[in-house]
C-alpha cells in the first residue's frame, strides 16, 4: 500500500483541498484509461467536506461580505483510501490528513512515524499567512506562527536522519492562492506587472529555507528526493483581504471576499489546480514502480496481470501528460520543480 502524507498548520484547509482533489482529479482524467476510485466511506466523507465550502461560498452572494473561511479545524486524523484503476489493474493508496495541532502538542512521535513509512509528503501552506505582511526576511509576518514552517523541519530531521535514504517526494503546496493568481492575471489591477503567483515560489524559498537546505545536504539526499512547488485556488471565487484578530482566541484571522471583476463564470465554488498535487505524487509513485518493475523487482501494491511493466508505463505516461509544470528554469503559474531527480 502506498502511503500519501498531508502536513499543514491548524485550520490551513487542507480537508478542503482534499475533498477538491478527488473530484478534480477525475475531470482531469476523464477521456483517458485511468480513473480515481474511493470506497462509499471516503465518498461520503469528502462530498461533504466539499459541499461545507459550497455552502460557505454562498455567504460570499452579498457583495462586499468578508468572511472567515476555515472556521472548523480538524481534531483527529483522517485516512482516506483510494485506487487508481486502469482496466483491471489497480494501484491501492492512502492518504492520512494530518491535524495542524499535532505538529506541536505532543502527537509528534506519530508525525515522525507516518513520515517514516510515506513515500510521498505534501506540506500545505496558507498562502496569505506566508506572503501577506513581507517582513525583511523574505515571508509574510504570520508564517511562522501559523505554517509551523520550523516544526515541519524539525519533525523531518529527526526522523530522516535515522533512517536509510530512499527515494521521496516532498510537494509544498500553497493553497487559498486566487487573490495573488487574480491579481497576476488581470492587466487592470497587475499596474506593475509583477507575477504574484511566482513571487510565492521565492517566498516559500526564505519562508522553508532549512527544509530545503536539510533535504539537499548531502549528496544521496539530493538524488533520492523530489521536491516541487504545486499551488492550488482552493475555492477559486474568492480573494483573501485582510488579517483580523480574532476576539475569543487571539488568533490572527484571514478574511475573503468575492472580487467584484471577475467574470461571471469565475464566481462561486471554482477551484483550480486542485488535482496537480495528486497528479504529481501519482506520477512520481508509478515511475517508482515502473523502475522497480524494469529492474525486476516485484510491487506489492500493483495488482495488474502479466504486461505489468507496459501497464505502468501507461498509466506512468497518463499522469505525467496531466502535470502543469515548469518547462524551463523560471517557474510558471508558480508550478516548479525544486529538485527532480526522476525527471518527471
Not at 40 to 60: D, H, P, T
Not at 258 to 283: H, I, M, N, R, T
Amino acid at each position: 500500500m502506498i502511503n500519501i502524507l498531508m502536513l499543514g498548520g491548524k485550520r490551513c484547509g487542507k480537508t478542503t483541498v482534499l475533498a477538491s482533489m478527488f473530484d478534480e482529479v477525475n475531470r482531469a482524467l476523464a477521456g483517458t484509461n485511468v480513473s480515481l476510485m474511493v470506497d462509499n466511506a471516503n465518498v461520503a466523507s469528502l462530498r461533504q467536506a466539499r459541499w461545507g465550502i459550497q455552502q460557505k461560498m454562498q455567504e460570499f452572494n452579498t457583495p462586499l461580505t468578508r468572511i472567515q473561511v476555515d472556521d472548523n479545524a480538524t481534531d483527529a486524523m483522517k485516512t482516506y483510501f483510494f485506487d487508481l484503476v486502469s482496466g483491471n489493474s489497480v494501484v491501492k493508496f492512502q492518504i492520512h490528513d494530518v491535524p495542524g495541532e499535532w505538529l506541536t502538542d505532543g502527537h509528534e512521535a506519530q508525525v515522525q512515524q507516518l513520515i517514516k513509512d510515506c513515500q510521498v509528503i505534501l506540506i500545505a501552506i496558507d498562502t496569505p499567512y506566508l506572503f501577506a505582511k513581507m517582513t525583511g526576511n523574505g515571508y509574510g509576518l504570520y508564517h511562522e506562527e501559523y505554517n509551523k514552517p520550523q516544526e515541519i523541519t524539525n519533525l523531518f530531521k529527526n526522523t530522516l536522519s535515522t533512517l536509510p535514504v530512499t527515494d521521496r517526494m516532498v510537494l509544498f503546496v500553497p493553497i487559498k492562492c486566487e487573490r495573488y493568481y487574480h491579481l497576476t492575471h488581470c492587466k487592470e489591477l497587475n499596474i506593475n506587472h509583477r507575477n504574484y503567483m511566482n513571487e510565492i515560489v521565492e517566498a516559500i524559498s526564505y519562508g522553508y529555507n532549512d527544509l530545503l537546505m536539510y533535504l539537499r545536504s548531502s549528496a544521496e539526499l539530493e538524488s533520492k528526493t523530489t521536491m516541487a512547488i504545486t499551488p492550488i485556488l482552493s475555492a477559486g471565487g474568492i480573494d483573501f483581504v485582510k488579517f483580523c484578530e480574532d476576539p475569543e482566541t487571539g488568533r490572527m484571522v484571514s478574511l475573503y471576499q468575492e472580487p467584484e471583476f471577475l467574470d461571471k463564470s469565475e464566481k462561486g465554488y471554482q477551484p483550480k489546480f486542485c488535482e496537480q498535487p495528486l497528479v504529481y505524487a501519482l506520477s512520481f509513485i508509478l515511475m517508482d514502480a515502473w523502475v522497480q518493475s524494469k529492474n525486476g523487482q516485484s510491487n506489492n501494491f500493483f495488482k495488474g496481470g502479466a504486461s505489468n511493466t507496459q501497464l505502468l508505463q501507461q498509466m506512468m505516461d497518463t499522469m505525467r501528460r496531466k502535470m502543469k509544470k515548469n518547462t524551463g528554469s523560471f517557474a510558471d503559474d508558480g508550478y516548479y520543480f525544486i529538485q527532480n531527480p526522476r525527471f518527471l
